[in-house]
């Protein structure tokens, strides 16, 4: 992938002549031209607005652009900052993950209504994020071997299944024990957990690379070429404390950087400083999902992030690249990150209406199935809407009023059609739903 570099505002100022901005930005609010964010690499091959040539255009959108950047503590290898801006898009995009990230969203019937329901839901999303994220670095475990893996408990196979289950494993570390400050040892152990057992040199797992090392850069998934170098290995003590700042810090300077941003920038930076042999890219987005969780997206978590990353890498390399070859405008990463999160949040939506939706249609083709008493069919609906659930003999007769040997009754029969599993307890039974019960159910005859 190859990106042009964006000539720069005090490169074409002298080339265009000072006297010609104010011209030049008067004709840009006219035609709106600022509306897409675009870099050089795609402006210089369309039309400019009215008469100006594509250097002119491009000269007055940076000159809008530097009169709002907001300056980053990052900076790059020789000292130069990073910033960004906050187009409408970006503004437009920031209030709808407001509005269904932190606050609304209609997961009562699948995922709040009962705890033990939301740690269910919560496990998946987390078994989700990991089998994907890995994949997006190269694993090839399929993801219902990985999610069976996961959920047996089983020892990886191979390499591949090691990235899923320690990227797993460091997710929960993430919600358990990263608390609500960022320090250095906290990243070095993230990374660790990340990388065990998977690094061709072991010693590299929890620590950035040594100034007696080859940095690894960054190449190109189609041409093999490098399309970032890191920063020198010196440099990266310093540079992962002032990470930490970064994060722990609710402003950046005199100016207040939204939780979204600094989420967003989070991973930006750990990505751009590379401090790693690997395992670089899913540190970075563990550190995003902490950020949203500590400043209170608790719906983060449940957000199939990696999923989209996945489906379009390109997207996001190109993304960093306009970055980097515009004077270090993260505007570029920003926007298109928050797109990926606005297509989570649709994804997720629709998965749970889809789950709803199962939910009220099983339970209505039960209500409409001869065969059940009405103590099964209450226990069955329960079991529907909280597929975690156990019952047991005594807790029927007790929640129904009924003798032991009715209960038995009532539980051995479903037992019998595969609706419920049985397993022993010390000296009693406990039944729980099947795994598979909605389909069940739509399949048991009347």
Known sequence: M??????????????????????????????RSDERYLHWDKLHHLTPPKSLSAEEWWLGLK?????????????????????????????ERLHQIDQRCSGEVAMDEVVTSEREAGQ?????????????????????????????MLRSGREPRDRSERMILNNYRALQYMREEMGKALSPETILKLHRIVTEGTLDDPSAAGRVQHPDEVRVAVFDRDDGKPIHIPPPAEQLPERMRLLCDFANEGKEGDQFVHPVLRAILLHFWLAYDHPFEDGNGRTARILFFWMMRVRGYWLAEYLPISKFLRKAPARYARAFMETETDDGDTTYFLIHQLGVIEQAIDDLHLYLQRKIAEVRNVEQLLHETDGFNGRQLALLTDAIRHPDSAYSFVSHAASHRVTHETARSDLSALCKRGLLTRRRKGHRYLFQPASDLPTRLKESPA
């Open 63 to 91: 000159a809008a652009r530097l009169a709002e950047r907001r300056p980053l503590s990052l900076r790059d290898s020789d000292g130069r900052p990073f910033g960004y801006g906050l187009p409408d898009l970006v503004l």
């Open 120 to 148: 269910r839901f919560l496990v998946n999303s987390l078994m989700e994020e990991a089998i994907r994220s890995s994949q997006l670095e190269g694993a090839t475990t399929s993801r219902r071997v990985a999610k069976n």
């Open 2 to 31: 190859f990106v042009a570099e964006a000539p720069t505002y005090k490169e074409l100022l002298p080339k265009v002549g000072a006297e010609k901005v104010p011209q030049i930005l008067l004709a840009l609010m006219q035609a």
